[in-house]
């Protein structure tokens, strides 16, 4: 499977160039690349973004492999995955209602003092330090997945008055790097764990001075920006929730990303033991995957300038999310390795295209007082889903393969279709109702 892995790879860098080159050429990337303005403040979130992704990309290749190094067994192992996805859940919400009463900059800060600390638990070998990291862990990650966004969002349309449609340039063009980034972390940490030999504990202590930087930066440039200051930490909490159940737009957007992005994590923990019979490099194997997902992202951006909007691109890629569902139940059914390799292919181009799209819808429909507080609401369902599935895969008695996995996240990945068809036609209700009151606005104007 060598061969094939290192072709895949070869065939897809040169797709995602290709794709990259035609999305550099739509008039919104053409537009807002003629901007210095636009240029130098979207380099100012990106320098600190990208150290923030990169930093945690770092990490990812080698936890499975620190906790195993420590002499921990497989269940313990899914016990500490588990314990940072529940603390997701169980803090995650809070972190967004700070931010928005206390300032999204400062919470940036914390995140990299946070991710900091974590880095330095695995330095020891005993469970609860380990445990320990886990908790503050899912803390920092739903700080990185919520605060940084609503900072930027804040900035583009309050602060500075950019077009709207320049946040689907930024949304992809992030995308894309981060494929590229997740690619070179692996490498790095490659090197430093194996190459050098300096054990599964150096990445983790490469990713510190990352976090540093980032900080230093924030605390230099980030201007401060709030959302909601006026009322407490549970009234705020709640009052996101409350907009959550309460508007039907933002209830069905949260329901496809709380779904899709739970399957996305659950497929995480799947693809080692499917591809592992046919002993693949599995760091090539990671960058086909990376690669795909800056395919997607490329596409993304085609697609947008051919008048595709939004939430139709959203809908194909939860499509395309079902399609490789539907690949794997019918490979693992008969142990078709290579035909899994393609679907788990197919799924992150769905990802490329899905993370850009729902980041512009998102910044379109969320108020802009709850939008860190809406975000991480959205989290907790995706996490309490994660925790679910792991346990399942991890106890055969209630599930009994990789196949049945797979049918439980085709038929949430459904739901999520649905639930995306009945957005759009409240979205689009909306806007073609703003639309046919502009004419009577300026008629009474006159």
């Keep these: 499977m060598d061969a094939f892995v290192y072709g895949s790879f070869t065939i897809l860098a040169l797709v995602a160039l290709s794709l990259q080159f035609l999305a550099s050429k739509t008039k919104s990337q053409v537009s807002s690349a003629n901007n210095p303005h636009f240029k130098k403040f979207q380099y100012s979130f990106f320098l600190v973004y990208f150290m923030a992704l990169f930093s945690d990309w770092l990490q990812g290749p080698y936890v499975y492999k620190l906790y195993e190094h420590y002499g921990y067994e497989s269940s313990q192992i899914a016990l500490l995955y588990v314990v940072g996805f529940a603390s997701s859940v169980c803090f995650g919400t809070c972190t967004g209602p700070l931010a928005d009463r206390y300032g999204r900059k400062k919470l940036a800060l914390l995140f990299c003092v946070l991710y900091t600390f974590c880095c330095l638990t695995k330095l020891s070998p005993s469970f609860f330090w380990l445990f320990l990291g886990r908790v503050f862990g899912g803390i920092a990650t739903s700080l990185l997945f919520s605060t940084f966004e609503s900072w930027y969002v804040y900035e583009h349309t309050e602060t500075h008055d950019f077009p709207s449609e320049w946040l689907s340039v930024t949304f992809s063009k992030a995308t894309f790097w981060n494929g590229v980034l997740a690619i070179n972390a692996g490498v790095f940490s490659n ?46 909490c709640m009052e996101g929730l409350r907009t959550i159940l309460f508007n039907e737009q933002i209830l069905f957007l949260g329901i496809v990303q709380s779904l899709f992005e739970a399957n996305m994590y659950i497929f995480v923990f799947q693809w080692t033991p499917i591809l592992g019979p046919a002993k693949p490099p599995l760091g090539m194997v990671f960058a086909c995957f990376m690669v795909c997902i800056m395919i997607g992202s490329s596409l993304y951006s085609v697609l947008l300038a051919r008048k595709y909007t939004d939430e139709k691109l959203l809908l194909i890629a939860v499509a395309g999310g079902i399609f490789s569902m539907i690949l794997c139940i019918i490979s693992t059914n008969g142990e078709h390795i290579y035909m899994s390799f393609i679907a788990f292919l197919v799924l992150e181009v769905a990802v490329g295209m899905y993370f850009p799209a729902i980041g512009t819808l998102r910044s379109q429909v969320i ?74 606005t300026s008629g009474n104007s006159d």
């Design 191 to 236: 090197i430093f764990a194996e190459t050098l030999q300096f054990g599964p504990v150096s990445p983790f202590m490469l990713s510190i001075p990352f976090l540093m930087i980032a900080a230093l930066i924030i605390s230099k440039t980030w201007k401060e920006n709030y959302g909601n200051t006026s009322i407490n930490l549970r009234r705020s």
């Design 367 to 440: 108020p802009e007082d709850q939008r860190a507080g809406i975000m991480n609401w959205f989290r907790a369902p995706t996490n309490l889903i994660t925790c679910g599935g792991l346990l399942l895969l991890h106890n055969k008695t209630l599930i009994g393969s990789n196949q049945s996995m797979f049918i439980i996240c085709t038929g949430m990945l459904c739901l999520a279709l649905v639930s995306n068809m009945r957005f759009n036609i409240l979205y689009n209700s909306k806007i073609q109702k703003s639309e046919d009151q502009l004419p009577l």
